[in-house]
């Protein structure tokens, strides 16, 4: 076996251990947001509406932690703090309207529609970041984003249930993708550019004091109102466990590939809502027998393996033959958004590319034969942002 060879073996080894890596590590960070939104999902249902509150706890935690290592480095800050003080305000606005929307529409709806900033993430990584990416990329991107017109469509009929008002809590959402995108734009650059701790600590310091201001103003009565009760602080608490481990995994993501493969892997958290609703909630709008429980189960373990869409395809053809048709069943359409999913988020994790990698084929003059697939510019990963 020739030099180059072994070198490309090498290469591709070392290539398919980072992305293995890389999938688990994003597939924890999706089951945080999923425990979490459960934790919200539980307290909303029992009418209390307070998300600047679930905000404030979840950053104060992480301020008391990483602020604590922080301090114990002794560094000056790496970035100016104005620009943590715009990354802090974005974040809690889009967990305010994110957290509002379980008030109007449901859980399965929330966590789809969240895939609304895979598209802001594209279009501000290559305004801000100057980001290339392939047309491969794109293509994945599109047919993940493809599944929201159906979700949409499915919560158009306000008998059908899952909230009071679907479309509403729908726009709030989208709204809220926004400034998710704006926010994980800023972390992807102060993490690949800057240090991660100081990062997470001025982001939930800021974030905290945001909270803390709004908690004063806007939800002063609500928490006056409240019947607390040890199921309701465990939720809390809950809560506030797993969104300090989404923003601590969290921006080892952001680093080792970017925003965008960052959002695609939080769409695995869709799933899981499926299974809340369905063994759970037990709301009617999935009309499945007893025995299709099963096979959705088998869809999100396979789907945490990244799932081909003629596997998905299989089970749906499988599954409509022996269901009765009725005009509430248009919620079916969420499991074609599922297929959807997989199907784009495998696209764009095949065609990505390895920045480290990569720099050590340019470094050691290697073929760039080892590499095959159509991969995103060397320049996507030079930030041309300057704080």
Known sequence: MSSSSSSCLWINRQAMARTSFLLFLGQAVSLS????SFAISLITNQGVHTPLTLSFFTYMALAFVYGSIMLYRRHKLMVPWYWYVGLGLVDVLGNYLVTKAYEYTSITSVTILDCWTIAWAIILTRLVLGTRYSVWQFFGAGVCLAGLGLVILSDS????????????GDILVIAATVFFAMSNIGMEFCVKKKDRVEVVTMVSVFGMLVTASGMSTLERKSLGSISWSPQLVLTY??????????????????????????NLSLLTSDMWAVLIRLFIYKQQEFCVKKKDRVEVVT??????????????ATLERKNLGSISWSPQLVNWLYYSAYALVAVGIFIYSKT???????QVVEDGNTSTECFPLIEENAESRNGTLVL
């Open 237 to 262: 608490v809950g809560n506030t466990i797993a969104s300090f481990m989404f923003y601590t995994l969290g921006p080892f993501v952001l680093k080792m590939s970017g925003a965008t493969l960052f």
């Open 157 to 168: 009929n306000p008998s059908v249930g899952g909230g009071s008002k679907p479309l509403y």
């Open 33 to 36: 947001l999923a425990i979490s």
């Open 352 to 358: 990505e590319r390895d920045p480290e990698i990569t």
């Open 299 to 312: 869809m999100v373990s396979v789907f945490g393996m990244l799932v081909t869409a003629s596997g998905m």
